[in-house]
């Protein structure tokens, strides 16, 4: 069953990720639609396996709870799970997020509304001036979400990796916390 509850938006609710959501990472990152605009391999459960250690990064999983889900863990029935946002480095430079939702549920907004909560969550928690991200070139949702929300272009690392049969431009972006804080 999903973890604890770490903040939550009008609608997405970030939550700790347990071994008992190591399932659903799994399958996710299977999937064809998740797996090549995130540029990431096929693993099996113990490549995705919890780690106990503090690798400096922080994940969340992305949920719908329902109005009855407490702030603890809550019964499985009371939460859907839809994706995962990651915040990696946050220990020795700019943290870098990682996203992604399940195929099911793009274009309904959740994504935008996960990550800027993911932005207020490395700003409150993490003495850093910027936050940056990664979208492949061809990835023009990923792209859009973060132009949406203030992120500029900050260069392009060409040929950066092999996803589907051909190498792949990766774009860089960054947010200042005071570009941040002036849209609030």
Wanted: proline residues 5%.
């Amino acid at each position: 069953m999903p973890g604890a509850r770490v903040t939550s938006g009008e609608r997405v609710t970030l939550r700790t990720i347990e071994r008992e959501d190591i399932p659903f990472h799994q399958r996710a990152f299977a999937n064809p639609e998740i797996r090549y605009p995130t540029g990431n391999p096929v693993r099996n459960r113990e490549q995705t396996e919890v780690s106990d250690q503090d690798d400096g990064s922080d994940s969340f999983l992305v949920c719908l709870d329902a109005d009855d889900a407490g702030p603890g863990q809550p019964d499985e029935d009371d939460v859907q799970r839809i994706g995962a946002v990651y915040v990696g480095d946050v220990d020795y430079r700019r943290p870098e997020l990682g996203y992604w939702l399940a195929p099911e549920v793009h274009g309904e907004g959740y994504g935008a509304e996960a990550v800027s909560l993911a932005i207020d969550y490395v700003f409150r928690t993490y003495d850093h001036p910027a936050v940056g991200a990664g979208a492949y070139d061809f990835n023009d949702a990923s792209r859009g979400l973060l132009e949406s929300l203030g992120f500029t272009e900050e260069g392009r690392i060409r040929k950066d990796r092999f996803v589907d049969g051909e190498y792949v431009d990766l774009v860089q972006y960054g947010l200042l916390r005071q570009e941040w804080r002036e849209r609030e």
